[in-house]
């Protein structure tokens, strides 16, 4: 059990157990913010691990725009993208999505540069960037271009 945990059970029991309703009712307040908390926690987690906004809204029950105006600053910065970089992710997408994959990889952008993938975009597909491709683009530290991912990936295969 972690200390946020035990906050949450501490304020949800002091709440439930309370005599005076003054004391139930100053033991709510930290339990909101106990749970609020450890709602940002999640969330940034979640961020981390490469999911969308979106699918953070849905968890949580707002909308989109809403999930971002709320938890944007808890987000890494992630690097710049030029635009050809994101014209490639966005086909990398399409290419995910045509072969059915939860998330875009290496191996999806990789078909994209190497010209094997199809050519037309498409908004239905993976709202995630997966692991291994979210690993590469955050250890360059500057704009990301396609000869960076090239690179990168040439340098994953190499392994």
Do not use: K, W
Request: net charge positive.
């Amino acid at each position: 059990m972690t200390a946020a945990t035990g906050r949450i059970i501490t304020a949800v029991q002091r709440a439930l157990t309370a005599p005076d309703p003054l004391d139930a009712l100053e033991a709510l307040t930290h339990l909101r913010g106990a749970l609020d908390a450890f709602e940002r926690e999640q969330v940034r987690r979640a961020l981390d691990q490469g999911e969308s906004f979106a699918a953070i809204a849905r968890a949580v029950g707002i909308t989109r725009q809403a999930a971002h105006r709320r938890y944007r600053n808890l987000t890494i910065e992630a690097p710049a993208y030029t635009p050809r970089m994101l014209r490639a992710l966005q086909l990398a997408r399409a290419e995910a999505a045509r072969v059915d994959a939860e998330t875009v990889e290496v191996e999806h952008l990789a078909r994209v540069l190497a010209g094997r993938a199809i050519s037309v975009a498409s908004n239905e597909g993976p709202t995630r960037i997966g692991p291994r491709l979210r690993e590469i683009l955050r250890e360059i530290e500057r704009p990301v271009d396609c000869d960076d991912v090239r690179r990168a990936i040439h340098a994953a295969s190499v392994v």
